[in-house]
Every structure is written in C-alpha cells, then in structure tokens.
C-alpha cells in the first residue's frame, strides 16, 4: 500500500515575507508551476507518540504522508512515506506499513495543529543539477496558538549537491535567508508546548551505527549540531533569555569539539574557517551567559536573603543596577549576532564545507581516516581524549587556575565525544552512563571552582564599569563571602578525577 520510502536533499530558509517576493524572482528563468493554497492537518495521539519517535502523520489534499522529523541523510534528507487518503484521517494500515506504525500501539492519531500556506513553485537547472525552489507564505495553527510562517525550500531534484549551496548563496546577495533545520511540523509542535513557532531543544543526539565510516560519523555529528544552533539561534531571535543563549552557545561549543576531535577525518582549510566563526559566536554569547549565571547563583540569593546594615542594601541594589544594565547589554550583543550577516553566513558555509567540502573528495589527503571505520576512529579518540583528562587530574593541588580550566576544558570534549559516540558502541550501555556520568562530574566539579575564580573579576568589572562606589564595595563582599569556597570545591573535583580513573571505559 506504501510507496517506497523517498529521500528529499533540499536546503530550508527563513526569510522575510516582505523579502519573499523578490527572492523568488531572482531565481534562474526555469518552469513555473501555478500558486495554490495548501492546508495541511498533522496528527499524532494524545501523548504525542509519534512525535517522541520521532515522526509526523500528515493529511493533505488527499495524501497522507508520514516523515521523519530528524535528518536521515544529507544535511535536510528525510525519510518519506505517503500514500491516497480516502477520508479526513490516515489510513491505519498506511501508518502500520511504515517505520511510524511501531510506536503507535492501538492509540489512533487525532488532529493536533493545522498549517496553510500559499506556495509559488519553480523548477530550475543549475550546475548540472535540477532544483526545485518553493516559496511558502502562511500560517501555522495550534488551537488558541498561532504564529507566521514564510520559507524558500530548494529541494534536489537531480545532479550534484554543490549546485544546491552555489543557488544558496547566489539568493543570499538578494535578500537575507537564515538556513534553518525545523520542519514545519516541528513548528506546529513548539506552539503545541506553548511557544512562539521557534523550536529550541538541546543538539539531538546523532545517529550512528556499528556501519559508518569514520566521515559518516563526523557528519552525522555535524548535523546535529548545526541543527540545534539554528533553532536555538531562531528561538534567541523570537524569544530571549536565558535557556536559549545556554542551549546556542552549547551548540556552538559542541560543533567546536567535534571540529577539533574529527581533525584527521575533515582537515582541510575549510574546518579552520568554521571553527573560527563558531568560535566568534560564542564570544558573542559569552557575556550574556556569564551574566545569567552570575545573576541566578550569586546575586539572586544574596538579595533574596537581604542584609540588616543599610549601607550594605544600597550598595547590594546599586550593584543590581549594575548587572541588569550590563545583562542588558550583553543581550543585545546576542540579538546582533544571532541576526547578523556574519550568523547568516556561518550556518549556510557550515553546512556546505560539512556537506561536499574538499575533506570529501574521492582524492581528498585524509581519505584513509574519512573512509576507515567510525568504531575504530572512535574508540581511538576516546582513549586519547580519556588519558589525557585522566593524567592531568592526577594532582589537582599542583595546577594553577588556568591549568584546571584546560582541564575542564578536555573533560567537557570527552563528553561530548562520549555522548555523541554512543551509537558505536551498543553493547554496553549501562558502562557508558556510567562513564559520561564520571566525566560530568569532572567537568560540574572544576566548573564550580572555575567560577569562584572567574566571578570575582565579573563583579569588579561591572560593578567599576557602572560607576557607583556602593556597587563596587558590594562587588568585593560579595566575592570575598564565596572565596572560602574554594578549598572545598577542589577537593570535590579531586574526587571526581580519581572516580573518573576508575571508570570502565565503553569502548
């Protein structure tokens, strides 16, 4: 009853629908399809199995269509599933004969949001590759929640990838186009939680299997983490605060680490270039996160409890004023960046190098590595990344501040790595929660004593910054109290060094 299951290559852009005209008109001269309204109605049950698994049922116009909400190849390739439709609801025994029907048991899928746009469609060559380019305008519905919607989707209908990225940017000197990684029914779901139509999520994880090449891997990887920068970004533009600017600059730290971890995979100049812009964002984002966590673990308390000396009130609320003017400004200097140019570019040129970069050439330099298996390159790498954390914690006592910064610097990658490798390594996976729980609490340990350090100079700064002595005397007090800390935080994070010594490995 089912089609084969499809694989859709297309590259998704936000864009700005006073923008979206003359974007589609600057496309090369091809076959125009006529404009018509779709609507579209997405199913699951009531507690959102599909979802969970990872999956939308949608009906429109008589088809009925399940897809599957992650990447399943190439940077947007999903796996596809549709057939007839003869009433308004999914055939059961349509979503039974697809990947979908396992998660469903006998819950039947209802109505849970309603998306209609008006979609221009237009069929082009270029660069030996034939693209399709649509243009959807319209809106997306979750009972009493609602939100715009305005996407360019450039779908590969035949030919090499690299003409759908060379379209890409030939349009973005047009008119500004953010690449994003939300499907339409993620949208529909992030109303459903109560959000603006802007999804924002920790990376998911990637997909790997025993299966995969070492380059697979990375870019298995590589997608996931452009995919929760990009939401996280989005939601950043419609909604900010704190979660949203701790989850991008996660997202960009993590991609970082997988640049630097996958090295002898994907080598190239290009890798340098993407690490060095995803390093600029999340400077940009540094002041905004070290505020927050400033204001919500050190301030917020101290003010909460109060203060009996009247001297010691007014300095604590000038140096209040302090940090909501400085937060404030560090705020905006994450608008900037999250809605700059530079951002724009950083996710179209990422997903371009990650996609058909030079490190994927038959004849590349590191072809050996790309091409050698992931569970090999893996377990590699994690012993690497494992002895070096492990030998460097040994003596906690001997190293200054900034060698037990190093240190959690290697011990987060060892995470990341861990958790990201986890599909490699099926066999054990009690051992491997175990181990990443070892490494956190490496990692949780050395940050809490890194902060004392680092807190002190972030008070001073703002407090001097904004000009009102109190503030400044109640900077000093304030960092002076969490001072006899320390002794105590070293010794936890000594204790996590040596349990992670002891950890048996996954791999």
């Not at 990637?206 to 070492?214: D, G, H, I, R, Y």
């Not at 419609?238 to 997202?251: F, I, M, T, W």
């Not at 992931?374 to 994690?382: E, N, R």
């Not at 956190?440 to 004392?452: E, H, R, T």
Request: charged share 25%.
């Amino acid at each position: 009853m089912t089609d084969a299951a499809a694989r859709e290559t297309e590259l998704k852009f936000l864009v700005d629908p006073g923008a979206a005209g003359a974007l589609f008109d600057a496309l090369p001269p091809g076959t125009d399809k006529a404009a018509r309204t779709l609507v579209s109605t997405y199913f699951d049950t009531d507690d959102q199995a599909l979802r969970r698994a990872g999956f939308s049922l949608r009906l429109r116009e008589g088809v009925q269509t399940v897809k599957s909400l992650a990447p399943l190849e190439g940077v947007f390739g999903r796996g596809e599933w549709e057939a007839p439709a003869a009433g308004d609801a999914p055939d059961p025994d349509f979503v039974a004969g697809t990947p979908a029907g396992a998660f469903l048991g006998e819950a039947a899928p209802s109505p849970r949001f309603r998306i209609q746009v008006s979609r221009r469609v237009r069929l082009v060559e270029r660069g030996g590759a034939s693209i399709e380019a649509a243009l959807d305008q319209g809106a997306v519905e979750a009972g009493a929640h609602g939100g715009g919607l305005c996407e360019l989707e450039l779908e590969l209908r035949s030919g090499p990838t690299a003409a759908l990225f060379d379209l890409a940017r030939d349009l973005a000197r047009i008119a500004p186009m953010t690449l994003a990684f939300a499907s339409k029914a993620d949208r529909g779901f992030a109303l459903l939680d109560g959000l603006a139509p802007a999804p924002r999520a920790p990376a998911p994880a990637p997909v790997l299997t025993e299966a995969m090449s070492a380059g697979a891997a990375f870019q298995a990887v590589g997608r996931a983490g452009l995919a929760a920068l990009a939401a996280n970004a989005e939601s950043l533009r419609v909604r900010p605060g704190p979660e949203g600017v701790h989850q991008a600059r996660v997202a960009a730290r993590r991609l970082r680490s997988a640049l630097s971890l996958f090295r002898p995979v994907a080598g190239d100049a290009g890798r340098a270039a993407v690490a060095d812009e995803l390093k600029w964002l999340a400077r940009e984002l540094d002041a905004a996160r070290n505020l927050d966590v400033f204001i919500g673990e050190v301030w917020a308390p101290q003010a909460r409890r109060g203060v009996a000396a009247p001297e010691d009130r007014a300095g604590l609320a000038a140096f209040g004023r302090a940090l909501l003017a400085a937060q404030t400004r560090a705020y905006v200097q994450v608008a900037e960046a999250v809605s700059s140019a530079r951002f724009r570019a950083l996710l179209l040129e990422a997903a371009a190098w990650l996609e058909v970069g030079p490190w994927t050439a038959a004849a590349a330099p590191s072809a050996a590595e790309r091409d050698a298996p992931a569970a090999v390159f893996a377990a590699q790498a994690l012993t690497r990344r494992r002895d070096a954390v492990v030998r460097r914690g040994r003596d906690l006592a001997g190293l200054d501040a900034e060698a037990r910064h190093r240190l959690r610097i290697a011990a987060k990658k060892l995470r990341y790595a861990a958790e990201d490798f986890a599909g490699l390594f099926p066999s054990h996976p009690k051992r491997r929660r175990r181990f990443v729980a070892a490494v956190k609490a490496v990692q949780d340990a050395l940050g809490a004593a890194n902060d004392l350090a680092f807190s002190a100079g972030l008070a001073q700064g703002v407090a001097l910054e904004g000009g009102e002595v109190e503030a400044a005397f109640a900077a000093g007090r304030l960092a002076g109290a969490k001072a006899g800390d320390e002794p105590r935080l070293l010794a936890a994070a000594q204790a996590a060094c040596d349990a992670l010594a002891k950890a048996e490995p996954f791999w």
